[in-house]
């Protein structure tokens, strides 16, 4: 892990409110792990202060790439900068995800931009295990927090979409395209990596464990120092605090002890209803 | 190097006035790193307690407005698994490591001070008696933190004096009426220094949600958001006790440490600065190298104080 100053050599609006950043960097491309995420100095100034931590989503040839949402003031000033401008980066941070390599049956499963390290995660995996038969599955609100979808059909992966609204794919949420998927296969030769919102990721850890398939799951938290001093981030797991810029932001599924979110029964509800 | 930084702390001779902030900075093996750790004037622990704590539910961390607010509560591994797993580590650095403790009874201070007084490679004592995220004892004080009370802030130092010989450092809240009341009172009861400031209250709200962003509810304003009222209560502090003073707030450049230093302060602690840029200490040291050359100042403790009003 290093400090960087690394610089902007190609610039991508995807949409009105997400874009690429192409950064150049030997040593990102040579370190970075499927998984793993950067930490970007966003402003010059104290405001905003701290950096912002992003999932690495590709190593292309000359560094690696980063898929952004405009969330904020701190993406929407990196939303500013130009090719050739550089930008401060510290990684690649945290633990990754661990390949398996004796599962042929691999199932992505990603809610909005949590197909960021998916994708890089794919791309390892197709070059490492001839034999990998690779299902992405793809969920958001709307139509518009589908991405990737083109990047995936290139891995020749198989495709399915879900969206709450409907306007995409399945109408409902993507664990129900999951489980249709996972009662085909034998849950021996499968394992699910997964990224997004933590109901998703919940939701995940069930299926896992009643269905016996192992999974391994990319947590978020607030970040402060995103190298494990600050202790911020410390989620609760079989084996007391851990911190997710450390420690994570891939866990095995089951490690992690789930908050009951408020709102679950509302959750819930919604997808009985769907 | 040259010495033009040096400056003393109590019965510590610091090779420059600039030291990592407890809880900012974990034992230093991360930040390590980075730079070369003893290239600060002395390295600040997280805050030891006497038993393992888990600390607060998440979120415990939410940036602010030039600021951030943390509500960790104090998580660590208590004092016997520190010693023995920060021992090697620590042992080894030329800095002087200066072990920051928090208690919530006179009976833990005083168990913990004759502990790490035992431990030659600590050099120095910094009694949290501040920490806006844990409460420190019922028994000790009728307010929440040490630091709120100019009694039990006096009764604290005069225990852990007893017990060790090694350089004390009261760490005061900026979360009171009057900080230079328990200046008085820490410089009284024999603190060789006086650490201030520590983070302000503070609490963030998610309209969304209709909730508070931390898990905590409330936690610790820093960063340079509170650098002024850092400055001010560090110049209060200086006009009412000799000690050296060992401020903390919103450091991120030498000329922000300059500041202080015209202020009344000896030292200084670097804190957020530290996450948002690891280096920071680092190129603090040596701007503040620079600038003594450039202005041909000998010893920087000649601007101690020295702001002219």
Redesign the interface.
Known sequence: ?K?LKVKIIKKDNISDSCFKLSLKSDYLKKTAKPGQFVSV?CSDT??????RPFGIHKVTSHGIELLIKKAGKATQLLSQKKEGDEI?V?GPLGQGFEIEHKKNDILLVAGGYGVVPLYFLADQIIKKNKGAKIKVFIGGKTKNDIFCAEDFKKLKAELYFSTNDGSYGHKGFVTSVLMKEIVKLEPKNCVIYACGPNPLLMAISDISKEEKIKAQVSME???????????????ETTQ??KLVCKDGPVFNAEEILW?IPENLNKAIDQRINL | MSKALEIKIGKLKLQNPVMSASGTFGCGEEINNFFDINKLGAIITKTITMEKRQGNPSARVVETASGMINSIGLEGPGIRNFLKGKKDFLKKLKTHVIVSISATSVEDFKIMTELLDEQSYIKAIELNLSCPNVSHGKTLSKYKLIAQDPKATEKIIKIAKKYTKKTLIAKLSPNVTDITEIAKAAENAGADAISAINTLTAMAVNVEKRRPVLGNIFGGLSGPAIKPVALKMVYDISKKVKVPIIAIGGIISAEDALEFILCGASAVQVGTATFVDPFTGENIVNDLEKYCEEKKIENISSLIGALVV
């Open positions: 892990m400090q100095k104290t405001s905003p202060l701290l950096k401060i510290l938290e607030y970040l402060a120092c995103g190298i494990g001093v600050c202790m911020g981030c410390a989620i007391g605090k908050k």
